[in-house]
Antibody, heavy 115, light 111 residues
Framework: EVKLVESGGGLVQPGGSLRLSCAAS????????MHWVRQAPGKGPVWVSR????????SYADSVKGRFTISRDNAKNTLYLQVNSLRAEDTAIYYC????????WGQGTRVTVSS | DVVMTQSPLSLPVTLGQTASISCRSS???????????LSWFQQRPGQSPRRLIY???NRDSGVPDRFSGSGSGTDFTLKISRVEAEDVGIYYC????????FGQGTKLEIK
């Protein structure tokens, strides 16, 4: 069974940082592109970032470029998102999702940016 | 950037009737590899999004055949036949041809 479990969210002040993690199981993690998608309260999902299977090619939405860094550790079957210089508008549930087609999603981890 | 526009944004449906959701993209979604990366997702209240349909018309495993997708180029449709109470939620079209863009969502409710 494919399973994606996010962690690392929390309450952080504007300008702060967090590292989000996504632990994958039930499939060969190193074979798949992976994504981060976020959903602000009461809004639709928004794609944030993706990384190819070996971690050599990340891509980002313009809204997070320069502040967020996606990475992965294929030996640990884990995807990461380092989020820096956080703003109020980054408040959202952050989901990891698998594959080009976003075929499986985790349950999400909540990030709240507030003073 | 590709803009995805869904209609209607609210869809009250009687149980057993058919629901239809339209999705239009601002650019053709045909990829250089010949595929059209248009998917449909369902998000039930309090849950993560779940993919129903990929590459326009392919149903994911476990998705009832009441759900069907169609379309090409810039115009796409999700049809839900014989609507059931468990279909309540928000439906999103998503393009994956040029990075990823979600539609605004269509909220399906039972009349």
């Amino acid at each position: 069974e494919v399973k994606l479990v996010e962690s690392g969210g929390g309450l952080v002040q504007p300008g702060g940082s967090l590292r989000l993690s996504c632990a994958a199981s039930g499939f060969t993690f190193s074979n798949y592109w992976m994504h981060w998608v976020r959903q602000a309260p009461g809004k639709g999902p928004v794609w944030v970032s993706r990384i190819n299977s070996d971690g050599s090619t990340p891509s980002y939405a313009d809204s997070v470029k320069g502040r967020f860094t996606i990475s992965r550790d294929n030996a640990k079957n884990t995807l990461y998102l380092q989020v820096n210089s956080l703003r109020a508008e980054d408040t959202a549930i952050y989901y990891c999702a698998r594959n080009w087609g976003l075929d499986y999603w985790g349950q999400g981890t909540r990030v709240t940016v507030s003073s | 950037d590709v803009v995805m526009t869904q209609s209607p944004l609210s869809l009250p449906v009687t149980l057993g009737q058919t629901a239809s959701i339209s999705c239009r993209s601002s650019q053709s979604l045909v990829h250089s590899d010949g595929n059209t990366y248009l998917s449909w997702f369902q998000q039930r209240p309090g849950q993560s999004p779940r993919r129903l349909i990929y590459k326009v018309s392919n149903r994911d495993s476990g998705v009832p055949d009441r759900f069907s997708g169609s379309g090409s180029g810039t115009d796409f449709t999700l049809k839900i036949s014989r609507v059931e109470a468990e279909d309540v939620g928000i439906y999103y079209c998503v393009q994956g041809t040029r990075l990823y863009t979600f539609g605004q969502g269509t909220k399906l409710e039972i009349k």
